[in-house]
């Protein structure tokens, strides 16, 4: 099994920044793209931003300029930078990490709250 464990979100003002931290271990050999996605309530999931093995980089256009994803492979960790925040930005956040090309793995996902 492969176990995520995120860290780092929380309540935060508008304007303010958090960093997020998703920490994979179990069976994580091959470990390929990571990713950030978010649910706000009453709204589908949506991809915040990816990574992949070759640290290539996707977001999604609301973040673009705001966010920056990025991991450290020794440590089969992801971040994701947040900054500028904005009350919309208030959801829970899940990190997905992609073993190989056949396996897709979710953390529990943690709570953002941008307070106005």
């Known amino acids: 099994q492969v176990q995520l464990v995120e860290s780092g979100g929380g309540l935060v003002q508008a304007g303010g920044s958090l960093r997020l931290s998703c920490a994979a271990s179990?069976?994580?050999?091959?470990?390929?793209?990571m990713a950030w996605y978010r649910q706000a309530p009453g709204k589908q999931r949506e991809l915040v931003a990816s990574i992949t093995s070759s640290r290539i980089t996707n977001y999604a256009d609301s973040m673009k300029e705001r966010f920056t994803i990025s991991r450290d492979n020794a440590k089969n960790t992801v971040y994701l930078q947040m900054n500028s925040l904005k009350p919309e930005d208030t959801a829970v956040y899940y990190c997905?990490?992609?073993?190989?090309?056949?396996?897709?793995?979710w953390g529990q996902g943690t709570p953002v709250t941008v307070s106005s």
């Open positions: 997905r990490v992609r073993i190989g090309i056949n396996y897709n793995y």
């Open positions: 179990g069976s994580i050999s091959g470990i390929s793209t």
